[in-house]
């Protein structure tokens, strides 16, 4: 919301603008986004409840939106009095509307980080725990660089542009970033099963050594090199050597295709 103040001082820098008009504009776009940004934060943390398993309870609602209606009646007093009072009050409420802005943010998104990484204990699959902590940190840093962009962009057109950027990215650049990983990563859970079955006839078809084929294995089960590496108590360099023969036996590029090839191979 406070984004819109910057853009607005970027665009209405003019000289048939006065100084207390700029202002006013700047206070009156956050005026009419405050709906819109209580609302983002609210899906934003519904969805960390969601993905981690919960739901939203009604008594979470019911003081959510309390709160957050008090907060924009408040503001709703302050504009009135700034369009009164001018420059002097102005320069009390923008600041506070940053820092108001960065502490709500703050609380929303590690509220809900800590919601995925305590009910993600108790997700049986261990890709899904695994990919739902990857979304977590991903949102964290997202919105650290965003709030530090926002502290930091009083006077700095082009930081303020990358903040409503951000602002506007809100959920596509940290799932832009996950489907990026999952498409190198992911295999479907259901896949999982019938591995030992089609295995075997791949080994034999690709000329795949026995300790080729328990690298494939764990490959196929979602690990990293380095659980690889600490699982066989091979070094980390001897699991990518493995892997790369793997890659030039098989004409693939990446795990995803190596999975797609056991697969239609089959038993």
Known sequence: MVSL??????????????EE??????LILIFLGMPFMILSWYMFYRF?????????????NLVYFLAQS?????????????????????????????IA?????????????LSILVNSRSEYD??????????????????????????????????????????????VIPIFLLNI???????EPELLLSLGDMLVHFAEKYDISKRETEIIEMV??????????DSLFISLQTVKDHVHRIYLKTGVKNRVQLINLIRSTGP
């Not at 103040?5 to 006065?18: E, P």
């Not at 008009?21 to 700047?26: D, Q, V």
């Not at 739902?132 to 840093?141: A, E, H, P």
């Not at 990983?181 to 295999?187: A, D, P």
């Open 48 to 60: 960390c409840l969601e993905l981690s398993g919960r739901k939203v309870s009604s008594l979470f």
């Open 220 to 229: 196929w089960s979602g690990r990293s090199n380095r659980e690889i590496s």
């Open 126 to 171: 261990r890709m899904v725990r695994k990919n739902n902590r990857l979304l977590g940190y991903l949102y964290i840093g997202f919105f650290i660089v965003q709030i530090l962009l926002l502290n930091f962009s009083i006077g700095v057109p082009i930081a303020s542009l990358v903040f409503i950027f951000l602002l506007f990215s809100f959920h």
């Open 21 to 26: 008009s700029e202002h006013a504009i700047r």
């Open 101 to 113: 802005y960065s502490v709500i943010t703050a609380i929303i998104t590690f509220g809900g980080f």
């Open 181 to 187: 990983y999952l498409g190198k990563t992911y295999v």
């Open 70 to 98: 008090i907060l924009f009646l408040v503001y709703a007093y302050f504009l009135i009095r700034i369009l009164q009072f001018g420059k002097d009050l102005y320069d009390f409420v923008m600041p506070s509307l940053i």
């Open 5 to 18: 103040a910057n853009i607005s001082g970027i665009l209405l820098q003019t000289r048939y603008l006065s």
